[in-house]
């Protein structure tokens, strides 16, 4: 119906017909079935200790799964649609790590701002060493390179498009919801910070559901109650994730 109603309008742009065509249509939301699964803060920590652990197949070993598992930090860290999750860069004329105030932009600079609104959020100590550690785009493959004349190594970081192989691999293995792809990250993270007793408000401004605008955005998100709540909370989770799982949430060493 998307594609219909796309088609018509640009064959009225293109003066092909000569009036719009209005099509009558049920929502998306009247002809989708509600959804209810959610994944527990343990069935995450199983999550991300398998992305270490590996398992069989092409895309289970360790270094196949090391961009889901940076996703899954970046889910945790910001209740991210999956399209700006992986849109996360600390390239600097991207201006979205702000390294020196502990804020992630996840609307890079030039980017004109949609309906579903990509928020300024604060990062905790788990996130941001993995942040500092990275060279270009947040979720990526490592590839260990040596240098021939020193013998030293060093991880070369490589942007992915999608970790979708590396997901349905480590969902069928782990008996995770079947037809789910990895925004059901969003909702459970969100979930579980809802029945912690996160403020309302900010859950809403974390997800993008209600935008800080105007000259006042400027201004807001550098101060220390900026989203406290949610750091909070969000804090709290990495410190249970990493006795699940200790090793996801250490950046790899080089070596």
């Known amino acids: 119906m998307i594609q219909l109603k796309a088609a018509l309008n640009h064959a009225k742009n293109a003066k092909r017909i000569a009036q719009k065509v209005e099509v009558g249509h049920l929502t998306r939301n009247q002809v989708t079935p509600a959804r209810n699964d959610r994944l527990s ?30 996703y899954l930090i970046a889910a945790v860290a910001t209740l991210g649609r999956p399209d700006s999750i992986l ?5 600097p004329n991207r201006s979205q790590w702000l390294a020196e105030d502990r804020r992630l932009d996840l609307n890079p600079a030039g980017r004109v701002q949609t309906k579903k609104y990509r928020a300024v959020l604060p990062v905790g100590d ?17 590839r260990r390179e040596t240098d021939p004349a020193t013998g030293e190594s060093s991880l070369r970081q490589i942007g992915l498009d999608s970790v979708r192989s590396a997901w349905d691999t ?15 990250l969003r909702h459970s993270v969100a979930t579980i910070l809802a029945n912690r007793g996160i403020n309302p408000v900010e859950l809403k401004i974390a997800m993008g559901h209600e935008p800080i605008v105007g000259t006042t955005a400027r201004y807001v998100i550098f101060d220390p109650s900026y989203l406290v709540s949610f750091q909070r909370l969000v804090d ?14 250490i950046f790899p060493s080089a070596r």
Do not use: Q
């Open 41 to 70: 803060l343990s069935a995450l920590g199983e999550l991300l200790d398998y992305t270490v652990r590996g398992g069989s197949g092409k895309y289970s070993t360790p270094e196949r799964l090391i961009g889901l598992r940076r």
């Open 87 to 91: 849109d996360i860069s600390v390239r």
């Open 126 to 142: 788990v996130f941001a060493e993995w942040l500092n550690s990275t060279t270009d785009w947040f979720v990526c493959a490592h």
């Open 170 to 184: 480590a969902r069928d293995h782990l008996k995770l919801p079947a037809g789910w792809g990895t925004r059901l």
């Open 236 to 249: 709290e989770l990495f410190d249970e994730l990493s006795r699940m799982a200790p090793a996801a949430l």
